[in-house]
């Protein structure tokens, strides 16, 4: 009995010593605010502008491919988590691409590469019926020059999201 007791306030003690170290004010958890946009759940808010989700909304591709790089797995799987979390939530993924090849060619790439971030986001939570993907092709440039930068910036898949209705 009396180890119980011992392990039940070692417990809480170790609780309450943990909490004074947080970097979290206790009101923001109380309010479900947190850094970044972060709610008390530690799901980040895409509709805050200080919030990581806001701030990283597109995934970038080498030139002809629709692989997602391993630099982008984590925020692709931090929307995800958002969706899951979420699951009203809605979003629409805009494949992207590169002025160079035919409007045919840029419009499948295009599509294949959102299609690409949508199964990514799939597999680590966010359900399918919540995830439009539509492609833009060359359509929708975010950088109008014609150099490698400016080519490289257009190959993208942007996340948009809607707002609940």
Not at 76 to 88: F, I, M
Not at 142 to 165: F, M, P, S, W
Request: proline residues 2%.
């Amino acid at each position: 009995m009396k180890s119980r007791i011992a392990k039940s306030l070692t417990i809480t003690a170790l609780a309450f010593s943990l909490a004074a170290c947080s970097s979290v004010s206790l009101d923001d958890a109380a309010s479900g605010a947190g850094r970044d946009g972060a709610s008390g759940s530690g799901v980040l808010d895409p509709f805050n502008p200080n919030s990581v989700l806001a701030t990283n909304r597109s995934v970038y591709f080498e030139l002809n491919s629709f692989t997602v790089d391993s630099q982008y797995k984590d925020i692709v799987g931090k929307h995800a988590s958002y969706l899951a979390a979420n699951p009203k939530q809605t979003i629409v993924i805009e494949g992207n691409t590169d002025a160079r090849g035919s409007t045919e060619y840029n419009l499948a790439l295009g599509q294949r590469r959102a299609d690409a971030v949508r199964r990514m986001m799939t597999l680590t939570g966010a359900r399918d019926v919540q995830i439009e993907v539509i492609s833009f092709g060359k359509e929708k440039p975010k950088a109008l020059g014609d150099t490698d930068a400016d080519y490289a910036e257009n190959r993208r898949a942007d996340i948009v999201y809607k707002r609940a209705q």
